[in-house]
Structures are given as C-alpha cells and as structure tokens.
C-alpha cells in the first residue's frame, strides 16, 4: 500500500491540474471500490471548485466551493493519471484496460483526472467540511510524522509502558498517521534501532524522551523528506500522477534487501516477520 510519501507525492502532482479548476463532468464506471461510491456522488461534485488539495496521513482531500470535502484513498492498488502529461525518466505504460479505470473527472481547464484501480481497495467519499473533524476514516488517526507536535516528547509519552515492538507501535495509525512498513523499517535503521525493541524503552518511566526517541523522530523525518524528495518509493503499483515511477528505492537502506551487506559494513541483513508482516534489519548494527 502506498505510505506517506507516495501520497505526498501523488498530492504534488495532482495539485496544478485539480486546484482552482471545475469539476465540468464526472463519470463513475464502477461504484464497487472498497466502499460504494454514493448515488449522489456526480451530483454533489459537479459544479463544485477545488480550492485546496490536502492530504491526511495517506488520504487525499480535496477541499471544495460547494463547503465539502472529497475524500481520496489510494488502496493497495489505486494511482491517478492526469491526461496529456509527459512521461518521466522512469515511465511504464500504464494499463489501457478501460475496466480499471473506475472514476473520470473532467475539469473545467481541459484536463482529466482518471482514478484506475485494479483491485478496487482505495476509496472515494464526500463529507462536509463542518463534519471532517468526526469522520470516522480520519478521527482516529495520530499526528502527522512531518508536522510540529510529533517530536521526541510526544513520542515518548505515546510509547510509555508499551510492551509492544518498536515496529508495531510505529505501525499503528493511532500513534502516528502515515508511516507503513517500508518506512518504519528504513527510519529504525538510520536510528541504529531493533525493531524487536519493546516500545517503551524509548521514554524513561514519567514517560520523558532519551535519546533513543530523539534519534528515532529526526530518522522518521528524515526519511520521509528523503523518499518525497524521490518521488516515492516505486513497489509492485505505486506510480507517480505522471505515469513516471518513484526512485527512492534505489537508497534502501535495509528494506527488502534480506542477505546484503549493510550498508554500515557490520552485518548482513535480516528478513523477520512481525505481525504478519516482513521487517529487513541489520543485527549487528540495530540494537
């Protein structure tokens, strides 16, 4: 599934198309995303201008004239293609198949906006802006990895007495919004952290930060600036609104690279498994 910096990515590129314009036509060719899309759906969006494009851990939000927010979520599979935009260095055909183009948006500056999906798990939901606040895909989400209030203080007090990993308390949405398991595992490597590591060791027992959750939050934001800056990380579907692929996965530094040498010259890394899902680490130099 495609984390924060994919849809940050992904957010950048649709904003000069989407922002400012008019939704002229919509056409919904197949409700059945993960959740129906609503009957009223083309209704409430034509007409409607996009005064902002925003982005909520790994939604998208899309903030219109109408006083409603059009709410986005790419899936395991989902990508957006803006028409007539020029391939990049790392262009891929995308598919032609019109059955998995699932949502069109036809836009008052001539552009169209095509949402494809093939195993139609991303989502498309329109709330009030009044009513974001309680909107149960949103309400429970943490702070956001880039913003002022995640820091080492926060961190830690999140993670006192925790007695979950290291890896799955960064997991959980709750904590913090964004992060999945590509970055996780490449944000604990920079810290020279095991994922193995039971969460609370990172704050003392009032719950202040050491120098471990100081070390973890600068590699979490480290790491995402990095991969936005690549345009992302280009696994099995991700693709950029251009049709180009991102390339931070040529600066992995631990993911998906079980029996390579570290980086750090120390060990060779290691694949686990962790509540069901796969973690890469270096033994010898993530303690």
């Not at 059945?32 to 034509?46: M, N, Q, S, V, Y």
């Not at 293609?81 to 260095?89: S, Y």
């Not at 203080?153 to 919004?177: E, H, I, N, P, W």
């Amino acid at each position: 599934m495609p984390e924060l910096p994919e849809v940050e990515t992904v957010r950048r590129g649709l904003a000069p198309a989407m922002e400012g314009a008019r939704f002229a036509k919509i056409e919904v060719r197949h409700r059945g995303l993960r959740w129906p899309i609503a009957r009223d759906f083309e209704k409430r969006l034509t007409g409607a201008t996009v005064t902002g494009l925003g982005r909520r851990a790994k939604y998208l939000l899309a903030d219109l004239s109408s006083g409603e927010v059009l709410i986005m979520h790419l899936g395991m599979s989902g990508s957006f293609r803006i028409d007539k935009e020029r391939p990049g260095e790392f262009h891929h055909e995308r598919s032609k198949d019109e059955k998995h183009d699932h949502v069109v948006f036809h836009l008052s500056n001539g552009r169209t906006v095509t949402f494809n999906d093939p195993r139609r798990f991303g989502s498309m939901k329109i709330v009030a802006r009044t009513k974001l606040e309680d909107e149960p895909l949103l309400k429970a989400l943490g702070p956001e990895p880039l913003g002022n209030e995640f820091d080492a203080g926060m961190l830690a007090r999140a993670c006192q007495g925790k007695k979950t990993s290291l890896k799955a308390a960064l997991l959980d949405q709750r904590l913090v919004a964004g992060l999945g398991n590509i970055y996780v595992c490449e944000a604990l490597f920079r810290a020279h952290l095991s994922p193995t590591r039971r969460a609370s060791t990172i704050a003392n027992r009032k719950g202040e930060p050491n120098e471990r959750a100081v070390a973890l939050v600068d590699a979490i934001k480290a790491v995402l600036h990095d991969a936005i800056k690549a345009g992302g990380s280009s696994l099995r579907d991700h693709r950029q609104t251009d049709g180009t692929l991102g390339y931070f996965q040529h600066s992995f530094g631990v993911y998906d690279r079980e029996g390579d040498p570290c980086p750090g010259g120390r060990g060779t890394i290691k694949r686990i498994v962790q509540t069901g899902r796969s973690t890469f680490y270096c033994p010898a130099c993530q303690k």
